[in-house]
C-alpha cells in the first residue's frame, strides 16, 4: 500500500513496539502461508493498523510466537498467530494491492506500466483466491474503484466529493471488524476518516508530478494551487481527519492496543503529513535552484 | 449495568481524588463539544450518560450525596433563520436535528444560486459535516462568515469548535514540531540494532 498509515515507533513504550510488530510479522506470515511468498512482496504497515484494530475488539487474546522469517535468516521473530482477523487483513493486503497495480497500469506509462503489469501478473492466483474467500469485500474495492475512477474523468468536484469514494470503501472494509450494529457505525466512520485522509495525502504527495505531466490530481481539480498544498490551509484538513478517526476510536469497546491505535492516529499519521510536506519544500527549492543555475549560465554565456 | 469503577477505570482502592480525576479525564475526552455534528455524537451521549452515572453511583455509595451536574445534551440547532428562505431553513435545521441529514441536504439544494446566503453556506456545512466531509464544510463555513460576518454561530464553526479540538501532535508526550531528526535518527539506530542483536 502507501505505508501512511504507520506508528511513530519512537513514541510507542517497548510492549507495544514488540505487539505492532509482531503484528506484522504475524500479517506477513499469514500472507506467506495462505497465498504464497509472493503475496508478502508489497506489505506495508497500513494494514498492521487493520489488523490490530480487529484484534483489539476480538474477545480471546491473541497468540504470540516465535517463528523463523526469510529475511531475518536464522533469527525467529515474534509472530501473532491464528485468527480470523489475520486471514481477513492478509485477504484485503491481496486484494487492495492488486487494485492499486491496476490502477498503475492504467495510469503509467512505459517502464512503470510494466512493472506494474508483471507485478499484478503474479498476484492474480492470489487475488482469485481472496475474492472467493471475501466476495463481498472485493465487490466494494472494485465499486469504489470504479467509482472513483468516473468521477476523476467527470465534471470538477469538491475534494470531499473526490475523497468520499476512498473513504467509504475503508469504512466498509473496517465494518466487519466489529460486533453488532454499534461497533460497525464506528468503525465505519473511523474507516472513513482513515480513507479520506490518505486519499488528500497521496494527492499532496503527487501534486507537483501530476501537475507536471498533466495528469488528474483532485487538489488541483479543487483549485488548490502548489503554494496552498504546502500552506497551513491543506494539513489542517488532514489533522481534522485524525482527530475525527480518533473520536471514532474513543467510542470502541477497545480490549488491548489502545496506545498503538491512538499512536499511529495522533502521532504516526501526523508526522507521515508533515514528512510529505517538508520532502515537497526541498524538492521545490531544489528545483529553483536548478532553474536559476541554468539562467544565469545562459547569461553569462551571452556577455 | 456496568461496574461503575470499570467505566471510570479506576480500582474499587481508589481514593476519591482519583475517582475525581479518572471522571473528569473522561468527561473531557467524551464531552458534547468534541462531538458536536459528529455523525457519532449520539453514542458520545451514550458514553457521557454511562460515566455520569458511574460517577454518580460511586459518589452515593462512598459518601451517601453528591453528584454530578447531570449530563450535558448535544446541542440541537435552534433557528434563527430569516429572510425569503427563513421558513426553509427552519425545516432545515430540524431535518438535522432529527438526524435526516440527506433530506436536510436535499432540501437545501432545492435553493437556487442566487438565494444562497449566509445561513445556507452555514447549514451545508452542518450537513456536510455530519457526513464526514469535513474538508468541504470548512470551506461552506469559511464562506458563511465572508457573507455574514457578525453571526455568532458561524464564526463559531469556524473556529473549530465543530471540529475535534486542535491538533493531533499535542497528543500524550507529543513528538510535535518539524522535522523530527532526532526520532527518525533513533529509529534508524533502531532498526539497525533489530537487524543484528536482539531483533
Given at each position: 500500500?502507501?505505508g501512511?498509515?504507520?506508528?511513530?515507533?519512537?513514541?510507542?513504550?517497548?510492549?507495544?513496539?514488540?505487539?505492532?510488530?509482531?503484528?506484522?510479522?504475524?500479517?506477513?506470515?499469514?500472507?506467506?502461508?495462505?497465498?504464497g511468498?509472493?503475496?508478502?512482496?508489497?506489505?506495508?504497515?497500513?494494514?498492521?493498523?487493520?489488523?490490530?484494530?480487529?484484534?483489539?475488539?476480538?474477545?480471546?487474546?491473541?497468540?504470540?510466537?516465535?517463528?523463523?522469517?526469510?529475511?531475518?535468516?536464522?533469527?525467529?521473530?515474534?509472530?501473532?498467530?491464528?485468527?480470523?482477523?489475520?486471514?481477513?487483513?492478509?485477504?484485503?493486503?491481496?486484494?487492495?494491492?492488486?487494485?492499486?497495480l491496476?490502477?498503475?497500469?492504467?495510469?503509467?506509462?512505459?517502464?512503470?506500466?510494466?512493472v506494474?503489469?508483471?507485478?499484478?501478473?503474479?498476484?492474480?492466483?492470489?487475488?482469485?483466491?481472496?475474492?472467493?474467500?471475501?466476495?463481498?469485500?472485493?465487490?466494494?474495492?472494485?465499486?469504489?474503484?470504479?467509482?472513483?475512477?468516473?468521477?476523476?474523468?467527470?465534471?470538477?468536484?469538491?475534494?470531499?466529493?473526490?475523497?468520499?469514494?476512498?473513504?467509504?470503501?475503508?469504512?466498509?472494509?473496517?465494518?466487519p471488524?466489529?460486533h453488532?450494529?454499534?461497533?460497525?457505525?464506528?468503525?465505519?466512520?473511523?474507516?472513513?476518516?482513515?480513507?479520506?485522509?490518505?486519499?488528500?495525502?497521496?494527492?499532496?504527495?503527487d501534486?507537483?508530478?501530476?501537475?507536471?505531466?498533466?495528469?488528474?490530481?483532485?487538489?488541483?481539480?479543487?483549485?488548490?494551487?502548489?503554494?496552498?498544498?504546502?500552506?497551513?490551509?491543506?494539513?489542517?484538513?488532514?489533522?481534522?481527519?485524525?482527530?475525527a478517526?480518533?473520536?471514532?476510536?474513543?467510542?470502541?469497546?477497545?480490549?488491548?492496543?489502545?496506545?498503538?491505535?491512538?499512536?499511529?492516529?495522533?502521532?504516526?499519521?501526523?508526522y507521515?503529513?508533515?514528512?510529505?510536506?517538508?520532502?515537497?519544500?526541498?524538492?521545490?527549492?531544489?528545483?529553483?535552484?536548478?532553474?536559476?543555475?541554468?539562467?544565469?549560465?545562459?547569461n553569462?554565456?551571452?556577455? | 449495568?456496568?461496574?461503575?469503577?470499570?467505566?471510570?477505570?479506576?480500582?474499587?482502592?481508589?481514593?476519591?481524588?482519583?475517582?475525581?480525576?479518572?471522571?473528569?479525564?473522561?468527561?473531557?475526552?467524551?464531552?458534547?463539544?468534541?462531538?458536536?455534528?459528529?455523525?457519532?455524537?449520539?453514542?458520545?451521549?451514550?458514553?457521557?450518560?454511562?460515566?455520569?452515572?458511574?460517577?454518580?453511583?460511586?459518589t452515593?455509595?462512598?459518601?451517601?450525596?453528591?453528584?454530578?451536574?447531570?449530563?450535558?445534551?448535544?446541542?440541537?440547532?435552534?433557528?434563527?433563520?430569516s429572510?425569503?428562505?427563513?421558513?426553509?431553513?427552519?425545516?432545515?435545521?430540524?431535518?438535522?436535528?432529527?438526524?435526516?441529514?440527506?433530506?436536510?441536504?436535499?432540501?437545501?439544494?432545492?435553493?437556487?444560486?442566487?438565494?444562497?446566503?449566509?445561513?445556507w453556506?452555514?447549514?451545508?456545512?452542518?450537513v456536510?459535516?455530519?457526513k464526514?466531509?469535513?474538508?468541504?464544510?470548512?470551506?461552506?463555513?469559511?464562506?458563511?462568515?465572508?457573507?455574514?460576518?457578525?453571526?455568532?454561530?458561524?464564526?463559531?464553526?469556524?473556529?473549530?469548535?465543530?471540529?475535534?479540538?486542535?491538533?493531533?501532535?499535542?497528543?500524550?508526550?507529543?513528538?510535535?514540531?518539524?522535522?523530527?531528526?532526532?526520532?527518525?535518527?533513533?529509529?534508524?539506530?533502531?532498526?539497525?540494532?533489530?537487524?543484528?542483536?536482539?531483533?
Amino acid at each position: 500500500m502507501f505505508g501512511y498509515v504507520t506508528a511513530m515507533q519512537p513514541e510507542l513504550r517497548v510492549r507495544e513496539l514488540e505487539a505492532y510488530k509482531a503484528l506484522y510479522c504475524g500479517l506477513c506470515r499469514r500472507l506467506k502461508l495462505d497465498y504464497g511468498v509472493r503475496a508478502t512482496m508489497g506489505l506495508s504497515y497500513d494494514l498492521v493498523f487493520l489488523t490490530a484494530l480487529g484484534l483489539a475488539l476480538a474477545e480471546e487474546d491473541p497468540v504470540m510466537e516465535k517463528k523463523h522469517c526469510a529475511v531475518y535468516l536464522i533469527r525467529k521473530k515474534n509472530a501473532i498467530q491464528e485468527g480470523e482477523v489475520l486471514h481477513y487483513a492478509a485477504a484485503m493486503q491481496v486484494l487492495l494491492a492488486a487494485a492499486k497495480l491496476e490502477d498503475d497500469v492504467a495510469d503509467e506509462t512505459g517502464s512503470s506500466a510494466l512493472v506494474a503489469k508483471s507485478a499484478l501478473a503474479l498476484l492474480a492466483s492470489a487475488r482469485r483466491q481472496a475474492a472467493q474467500r471475501y466476495p463481498e469485500r472485493q465487490q466494494d474495492i472494485l465499486r469504489s474503484m470504479s467509482a472513483l475512477q468516473e468521477a476523476e474523468r467527470g465534471q470538477p468536484l469538491s475534494l470531499d466529493g473526490y475523497a468520499h469514494h476512498s473513504g467509504h470503501l475503508i469504512g466498509r472494509l473496517a465494518q466487519p471488524l466489529g460486533h453488532g450494529e454499534r461497533d460497525c457505525r464506528v468503525l465505519y466512520t473511523l474507516g472513513y476518516q482513515i480513507g479520506r485522509w490518505i486519499y488528500l495525502l497521496d494527492a499532496m504527495d503527487d501534486y507537483p508530478e501530476d501537475v507536471r505531466l498533466g495528469r488528474f490530481n483532485p487538489l488541483a481539480a479543487a483549485g488548490y494551487s502548489a503554494q496552498q498544498c504546502l500552506d497551513g490551509t491543506l494539513q489542517q484538513l488532514l489533522a481534522d481527519a485524525c482527530l475525527a478517526a480518533n473520536a471514532a476510536l474513543q467510542l470502541l469497546p477497545l480490549r488491548r492496543y489502545q496506545g498503538i491505535l491512538e499512536n499511529i492516529l495522533l502521532l504516526g499519521m501526523p508526522y507521515q503529513v508533515r514528512h510529505a510536506v517538508a520532502q515537497q519544500k526541498e524538492g521545490a527549492i531544489a528545483a529553483e535552484g536548478a532553474t536559476t543555475t541554468i539562467e544565469e549560465t545562459v547569461n553569462e554565456g551571452s556577455v | 449495568m456496568k461496574d461503575p469503577y470499570d467505566v471510570l477505570g479506576v480500582p474499587r482502592t481508589a481514593s476519591e481524588q482519583e475517582v475525581k480525576e479518572a471522571y473528569r479525564a473522561l468527561a473531557k475526552k467524551y464531552h458534547p463539544d468534541n462531538y458536536k455534528n459528529n455523525p457519532l455524537a449520539d453514542l458520545a451521549q451514550e458514553k457521557m450518560v454511562e460515566i455520569n452515572e458511574a460517577y454518580d453511583t460511586i459518589t452515593k455509595q462512598r459518601q451517601g450525596g453528591g453528584g454530578t451536574g447531570g449530563g450535558s445534551t448535544y446541542t440541537s440547532y435552534t433557528s434563527n433563520s430569516s429572510g425569503s428562505q427563513g421558513h426553509l431553513y427552519v425545516n432545515v435545521r430540524n431535518l438535522i436535528n432529527q438526524g435526516r441529514i440527506e433530506d436536510a441536504h436535499r432540501l437545501l439544494d432545492t435553493v437556487s444560486a442566487g438565494q444562497r446566503n449566509g445561513e445556507w453556506h452555514f447549514l451545508m456545512g452542518v450537513v456536510l459535516q455530519r457526513k464526514g466531509w469535513l474538508a468541504d464544510a470548512r470551506s461552506y463555513f469559511q464562506e458563511a462568515v465572508r457573507l455574514d460576518p457578525n453571526n455568532p454561530e458561524y464564526r463559531q464553526a469556524t473556529q473549530s469548535a465543530g471540529f475535534p479540538s486542535g491538533q493531533p501532535g499535542s497528543y500524550g508526550t507529543g513528538c510535535g514540531g518539524g522535522g523530527c531528526d532526532l526520532c527518525t535518527s533513533m529509529l534508524c539506530a533502531n532498526l539497525l540494532c533489530n537487524c543484528c542483536c536482539n531483533g
